[in-house]
T-cell receptor, first 114, second 113 residues
Framework: ETGVTQSPTHLIKTRGQQVTLRCSSQSGHNTVSWYQQALGQGPQFIFQYYREEENGRGNFPPRFSGLQFPNYSSELNVNALELDDSALYLC?????????????FGPGTRLTVT | DAKTTQPPSMDCAEGRAANLPCNHSTISGNEYVYWYRQIHSQGPQYIIHGLKNNETNEMASLIITEDRKSSTLILPHATLRDTAVYYCIVRGYSGGGADGLTFGKGTHLIIQP
């Protein structure tokens, strides 16, 4: 186990709704990244937060947004849900910005949009 | 980031060494090779990384060729719990904006009893 926790484990939403997913980093880690993993695919990078600031973003629209809190926990918010947003959402923490490629992943939140 | 090529699947007998290859012929001098694995229904797990020297930790060994164009991840005594998708990723160590890890399709390693 990595010490990274995510909630909820599973979630079902309707198209057009909004969702918030939560992540608690491993103790001492100040960098958090979020990924989306569609069925049968590798994880795709959404964005990264370092000390409460967005530090980089993948090819995802603005309706995907995030927050990082002073205790380094994080939220992923998705507005106006679409059917294609159905996926496993993974949170990963890193010891610091320099070591950001050593990422420790949580178990993920399985989101189903109907 | 340099592109990587991995076989889509491999089998290995339990107790034997599993050798997973990765080609990264366009790797540049400051890029590292990282290996992650993902066991079914779990988040990816960091295994090991290296620049040009061979590396070993409690999970695996990483052998990088002298020209750095390919590498091999070695699980010395594979167990059934090593069945997973293994991802080889090439990344610069630091600097610039953060654009996350780029996961390809990886190699599905199946350990046979």
């Amino acid at each position: 186990e990595t010490g990274v926790t995510q909630s909820p484990t599973h979630l079902i939403k309707t198209r057009g709704q909004q969702v918030t997913l939560r992540c608690s980093s491993q103790s001492g880690h100040n960098t958090v990244s979020w990924y989306q993993q569609a069925l049968g695919q590798g994880p795709q990078f959404i964005f990264q937060y370092y000390r409460e600031e967005e530090n980089g973003r993948g090819n995802f629209p603005p309706r995907f947004s995030g927050l990082q809190f002073p205790n380094y926990s994080s939220e992923l918010n998705v507005n106006a849900l679409e059917l294609d947003d159905s996926a496993l959402y993974l949170c990963a923490s890193s010891p610091d910005r320099i070591l950001r490629n050593e990422q420790y992943f949580g178990p993920g939140t399985r989101l189903t949009v109907t | 980031d340099a592109k990587t090529t991995q076989p889509p699947s491999m089998d290995c007998a339990e107790g034997r060494a599993a050798n997973l290859p990765c080609n990264h012929s366009t790797i540049s001098g400051n890029e590292y090779v990282y290996w992650y694995r993902q066991i079914h229904s779990q988040g990816p797990q960091y295994i090991i990384h290296g620049l040009k020297n061979n590396e070993t930790n409690e999970m695996a060994s990483l052998i990088i060729t002298e020209d750095r164009k390919s590498s091999t991840l070695i699980l010395p005594h594979a167990t059934l719990r090593d069945t997973a998708v293994y991802y080889c990723i090439v990344r610069g160590y630091s600097g610039g904006g953060a654009d996350g890890l780029t996961f390809g399709k990886g190699t599905h390693l199946i350990i046979q009893p």
